[in-house]
C-alpha cells in the first residue's frame, strides 16, 4: 500500500473501502434448515463442511465478513490516529452497554460515525470484547469498510431462504426496509439520514447496489430510547 502520509484524501477513502485479500475474508454457516419440535437443529443435520472446513449443520449459506483483526489493520493503514469512544458512559466512567449491546462513536480520517455492537450471546469479560469488536465492525461499515461482502452476504442467504432472488423492485425493499425500522421504533427521518450519511449521492441517482447497502444500514438500526411520533408515514 503506497504510504499514508503520501495518499491524497481521496486516496485514503478509496483504500479504506477497497476489497479485502480473500484470505482475510472468513466464513460464517448460517443454517437455514427446519428446525425440531424443541426448537432446536436436530444432530442428524450436522457434518464436516468442505467449503469452511467447519463441522456445522446442513442446509445453510456461508456469509462473508471481516473480523475485528482485519478491520483495526484496515483503519490502522488508512488512518493511524482513528479512534473510538462509548456513546455514553455509565455512572462509574465505563461504557455503558444496555438494551443488549453499546453504541459507539468511531472517528476516521475526521469524520465520526456511529457504530452498534453486541456480544452475540456471550457473557463474561468475553462479552465486552465481542461486544466492542462487533461495534467497531459495525461503525467501520459506516465508511463503506467490507460493505461488499455485507451486500452479497445478505443476497446469499436470502436467495437459500426463498429459492431465488428477491423479485421486489429496488425501491421497495428500500421502502420495506423503513416499514421495518418504524416497527421496530426507529424514525424514518432518521433512518434516511442515516443513509444518506453514509451513501455520498443524492437517493435519486441510488443504482441497485446503493439501494441494497441502504436496506442493510437501515435493518442495522436499532429503536431509540423514544420511540417515533405516532402517525409518520414512510414516504420517498
Known amino acids: 500500500m503506497q504510504e499514508v502520509g503520501a495518499m491524497s484524501e481521496e486516496d485514503k477513502w478509496k483504500a479504506l473501502q477497497k476489497p479485502f485479500d480473500p484470505d482475510e475474508v472468513e466464513l460464517l454457516p ?3 434448515g427446519a428446525k425440531g419440535a424443541d426448537g432446536r437443529i436436530p444432530r442428524d443435520k450436522y457434518r464436516r463442511c468442505d467449503e469452511c472446513g467447519g463441522f ?13 483483526a482485519g478491520i483495526t489493520q484496515r483503519l490502522n493503514e488508512v ?14 466512567g465505563l461504557p455503558l452497554i ?11 480520517l475526521g469524520v465520526t460515525r456511529w457504530g452498534f455492537g453486541d456480544a452475540q450471546g456471550k ?3 468475553n462479552a465486552v470484547k465481542e461486544t466492542i469488536g462487533d461495534a467497531i465492525r459495525n461503525a467501520a461499515m459506516r465508511f463503506g469498510v467490507g460493505t461488499y461482502l455485507w451486500s ?12 431465488q432472488p428477491p423479485e421486489e423492485a429496488p425501491f421497495d425493499m428500500y421502502r420495506d426496509a ?16 442515516y443513509v444518506e450519511s453514509v451513501i455520498p449521492k443524492p437517493r435519486e441517482e441510488y443504482g441497485d447496489f446503493e439501494i441494497r447497502c441502504a436496506v442493510l444500514l437501515v435493518d442495522s438500526m436499532r429503536a431509540p430510547e423514544k420511540p417515533p411520533e405516532d402517525g409518520e408515514e414512510v414516504s420517498f
Open 79 to 92: 488512518d493511524p490516529t482513528w479512534n473510538w469512544e462509548p456513546a455514553a458512559k455509565d455512572q462509574n
Open 30 to 32: 448460517k443454517y437455514t
Open 98 to 108: 444496555a438494551g443488549g449491546g453499546m453504541w459507539i462513536h468511531l472517528t476516521v
Open 152 to 163: 452479497k452476504s445478505d443476497k446469499d442467504k436470502r436467495v437459500a431462504e426463498l429459492g
Open 178 to 193: 423503513l416499514a421495518r425500522a418504524k416497527e421496530r421504533g426507529v424514525s424514518v427521518k432518521d433512518a434516511m439520514a
Open 123 to 125: 457473557t463474561g469479560p
Open 56 to 68: 456445522h449443520p446442513f442446509p445453510c449459506v456461508h456469509l462473508r465478513y471481516v473480523g475485528h
